[in-house]
């Protein structure tokens, strides 16, 4: 039944192009932001939902990004002992664990995942995309470092859709707050030419992106698009949307890709391609990260591939026809913290969900609740019911935990899992037993 | 003849059930888990091929034999004077590791009269222990160490005291002989001590010589049937641990939901109150599994809580339930934690609230988290059959009811007496359909 087979060629193969080129770009922004002291550039700490990199690059600044220094640190082993720093600050045992990873991180030396101390931002921008506990973080933040604090209202999308008064409120605060204060804190004069520039760069880059996720429609699929995907995601997620750095990293992706779907190869992971394709899921949901490969092997030990998540639309859910557009940069920056997935409203996630169900031809849909993300995670029951209702697909939750490694019970997870994947494979026995009949 | 068996590991019990090759139960084996598994399994096993003799037995007594007394007397004495048997050889087990201990502890500490009170512990033993299996005398357990454990207490407190020896230093050395005495392996040889079980009853006048002739002759013809394990499949919460090959193994959840359909063929919902977790199945017509929930992370209103609630008030597991039955008032406990629910008793016993309100409040509580379960994997359909420990206890039988009838309307619930064998006979049946396929 197993279908691990380690090629270690393959996993090679793999780090020279991409994923060496991947690791090179996260790491090169670490020593940027290190370095900062020396070079004197500017650091903005933002997230990575509706984080407006394009223009923090048009005023020379660097983005310092707190939610994936918490996923650095994990994947590290090193988020739980900064989430306990913090609680013996005294935040509560329940509070976001990456904000409590980050505290921790602070209190002892705020030290980069290079080694290095990390410098102090010089400005908070915090593009508020349905997540409320991103409010309370930066708070904390500023009460820490003092230092300019923008934080650009983007209205939640209570009823599913974007109106031009939303868009117009986004925009007057960027010509009124955003950039001003961008140019007062980097004292460089805002340049729209370079903006445009920039978002021309991000939507070539997110072309391909974009192909690369829909390549897993094919069977089987060439990657994974929830684990595999997490690598996939990191230059234009983090610092390096609008740069040509992220252009080209793409373009050598989907070259990789491509020559995977013409071998029929399937996903790589950390043991090599897998073999067989067994399963097919979405996902919705976070990864954990403190557990992230021993999570993983769970499903590709078993031939579970995941074909698409939501997860990978949190940066942006260029999938369903968002592109940064030059041509309308302020407006286009506007959509775009506007339709982030945390800030869409559960019908529409729902909408979502189905339809990768029916366009990846999944088996079925996975839920891996968070357990300190209420933001995410209140809903997904229903949300997961109702996707049952009108896909026929069946769904599974599990619980994790993001960067907190006690709440992590791996036994419980993995007998959860097998009992998912037997219930896919007896249904499809008994529907093939029925269609005979 | 081919025999199926299917072998449920459990967090407290494991089950095991042989069938034959029309899908027929032959026989049942339980035994308490153990630290090893595989002797737990071995044991389990033994135990169903021992039931599937008696079973076959009967079967042919009824067939062609001409007897005075009635079947079920003969074949209760007969299994009586076997596990008898089997018990002495497990008491005898006991007593060697014993008196290991007392030699090593001599060694060490010098003279006293320790295996002087040890040898008196012992005589004593086998005669009050040997009572437990006259006629009509009632076992309050099946498993060794439970029987054997709290007549040895009685029995080392006197000897203690008449040998001048530390009662303590006597009571360790019986816990740590019969960790030891489970994990070894069945030694009993069916045949010969059936047909000896078969002669004590001659001699102890419990059967007459003419129904012996006749006994004997059928079980010699029984025993010399083979019964061929074709082949075995594992479940629960152990089966990783099971030495078995992966194919051999089945998530216990499509073991419940196939167990309970072979059980109740109307059955669409199934209610599984382990000793560690609750599981909600929804299973359609042929007892394929459509959708499923568990207890995450946390194991409150498990058996186990009733386990400790039990110990709390120092009370046999088994009495809960009747204690809960005499209530007249309804008492709201807590199920968020097992251990807060033994301080909420504490303090609810305190206010004068009485121990059979609280008992029926605390069964309230597990089935209402059942009914949260049940909710989640997509309520409740007809019929509804509840498996599992808890199963057997009327309080939570009572109180499914009201809930079912409440939330659900009126429904049929199903409880077999054998019900804590669901898993495994569900695993019986994926073993039968693998050489049928």
């Not at chain 1, 407006?52 to 996923?71: D, H, K, R, V, Y």
């Not at chain 2, 299917?6 to 042989?18: A, E, F, N, R």
Request: one cysteine or more.
């Amino acid at each position: 039944m197993s279908t691990k087979t380690a090629t270690p060629t393959a996993v090679e193969s793999q780090k020279d192009s991409s994923m060496l080129m991947q690791k090179r770009m996260i790491n090169s922004n670490y020593d940027a932001l290190t370095s900062a002291p020396e070079t004197g550039r500017k650091v903005c700490s933002t997230f990575v939902p509706g984080n407006l990199n394009e223009l923090i690059q048009c005023f020379g600044m660097i983005n310092n990004l707190p939610e994936t220094n918490a996923i650095q640190n994990a994947m590290r082993q090193q988020s739980g002992g900064m989430i306990q720093t913090a609680e013996r600050q005294g935040h509560s045992e329940d509070v976001c664990t990456y904000v409590k990873a980050d505290i921790g991180m602070m209190s002892k030396g705020n030290i980069a995942p290079n080694g290095k101390p990390m410098p102090n931002p010089d400005m908070l921008l915090l593009s508020y995309t349905g997540c409320f506990t991103f409010m309370k973080w930066f708070e904390l933040l500023r009460q820490e470092y003092k230092c300019p604090t923008v934080m650009l209202q983007v209205p939640y999308q209570g009823d599913g859709e974007i109106t031009q008064n939303m868009r117009d409120f986004v925009v007057k605060q960027l010509k009124e707050e955003v950039i001003p204060t961008m140019e007062q804190v980097s004292g460089v004069k805002f340049d729209i030419d370079r903006l445009r520039e920039n978002m021309r760069r991000s939507a070539q880059a997110e072309d391909d992106l974009v192909w690369v996720l829909e390549s897993a429609k094919n069977k089987p699929s060439p990657i994974d698009a929830y684990f595999g995907a997490i690598y996939y995601l990191g230059p234009m997620f983090t610092a390096f949307r609008g740069t040509q750095e992220a252009v080209d990293y793409y373009k050598v992706l989907r070259k990789e890709i491509e020559e995977r779907i013409a071998k029929s190869q399937g996903p790589i992971t950390p043991e090599g391609e897998i073999q067989k394709e067994r399963y097919r899921l979405v996902v919705e949901g976070p990864p954990n990260w403190t557990n992230f490969r021993e999570f993983w092997k769970m499903f590709y030990e078993e031939g579970a591939v995941v074909v698409a998540s939501t997860y990978t639309k949190v940066g942006g859910v260029y999938d369903q026809g968002f592109r940064h557009d030059a041509d309308n940069p302020l407006e286009s920056l506007a959509d775009y913290c506007l339709g982030c997935y945390t800030n869409r409203n559960l019908p529409k996630r729902v909408e979502l969900l189905e339809q990768y169900v029916n366009e990846y031809e999944a088996d079925g849909l996975l839920i891996n609740s968070i357990k300190s993300c209420n933001s995410f995670s209140a809903g997904q029951l229903m949300m997961m019911q109702e996707i049952e209702k009108r896909t026929g697909a069946p769904g599974a939750f599990v619980e994790t935990d993001l960067v907190d490694p006690r709440y992590f019970s791996a036994a419980n997870v993995k007998n959860r899992l097998e009992s998912y994947f037997q219930m896919i494979e007896q249904r499809r026995q008994g529907r093939m037993i029925a269609t005979a009949s | 003849m081919k025999c199926f068996i299917g072998i449920d590991l459990g967090s407290t019990t494991t089950k095991s059930v042989v069938m034959d090759e029309t899908g027929k139960p032959l026989g049942h084996g339980i035994t308490n888990s153990r630290s090893n598994y595989d002797t737990a399994a071995l044991v389990a096993k033994t135990e169903a091929l021992i039931s599937a003799r008696l079973v076959l037995l009967r079967k042919a007594l009824e067939r062609d034999a001409q007897l005075t007394l009635a079947i079920d007397a003969i074949l209760e004495g007969l299994e009586r004077r076997f596990r008898l048997a089997q018990f002495m050889v497990q008491l005898g087990n006991l007593e060697r590791l014993c008196s290991e201990k007392v030699q090593e502890n001599q060694a060490r500490h010098g003279e006293s009269d320790l295996q002087g009170a040890l040898d008196d512990t012992f005589t004593n033993l086998k005669v009050e222990l040997a009572k437990l299996f006259d006629p009509g005398a009632s076992r309050k357990s099946d498993f060794f160490r439970d029987l054997a454990g709290s007549v040895y207490m009685e029995v080392a407190e006197t000897q203690a005291d008449a040998h001048k020896v530390n009662q303590d230093t006597l009571i360790n050395i019986y816990d740590k002989s019969i960790i030891e005495v489970e994990n070894i392996p069945p030694q009993v040889d069916m045949s010969e001590t059936f047909l000896t079980a078969l002669d004590d009853l001659l001699n102890a006048g419990e059967i007459g010589p003419e129904d012996y002739a006749e006994v004997q002759r059928t079980l010699k013809a029984v025993l010399a049937i083979e019964l061929e394990e074709t082949y075995v499949v594992g479940t629960g919460y152990g089966r990783a641990r099971l030495p078995f090959p992966k194919e051999h193994i089945r998530s216990e959840i499509l073991c419940h939901g196939l167990g309970a359909h072979l059980m109740y063929p109307n059955t669409r919902t199934v209610l599984d109150i382990g000793g560690q977790d609750t599981k909600g199945i929804q299973v359609d017509e042929n007892g394929i599994v459509v959708n499923f929930q568990m207890n995450d992370r946390c194991a409150a209103g498990c058996g186990r809580y009733l386990g400790y609630i039990a110990d709390e008030m120092q009370l046999g597991l088994h009495e809960l339930g009747p204690m809960a039955m005499k209530s007249t008032k309804q008492v709201t406990i807590n199920s968020t934690c097992t251990v807060f629910a033994g301080a909420e008793l504490r303090d609810r016993l305190s206010l004068g609230e009485k121990r059979e309100d609280i008992m029926a409040g605390l069964h309230r509580a597990i089935i209402l988290r059942a009914m949260s379960i049940l909710s989640r994997s997509g309520g409740v359909d007809n019929e509804l059959t509840f498996t599992g420990g808890v199963a057997k206890n009327e309080a939570a039988v009572k109180e499914l009811r009201k809930l079912v009838e409440d939330n659900y309307g009126d429904l049929k619930i199903n409880i077999d007496p054998d019900s804590i064998f669901t898993g495994a006979l569900g695993a019986a049946e994926f073993a039968r359909r693998a050489v049928e396929a």
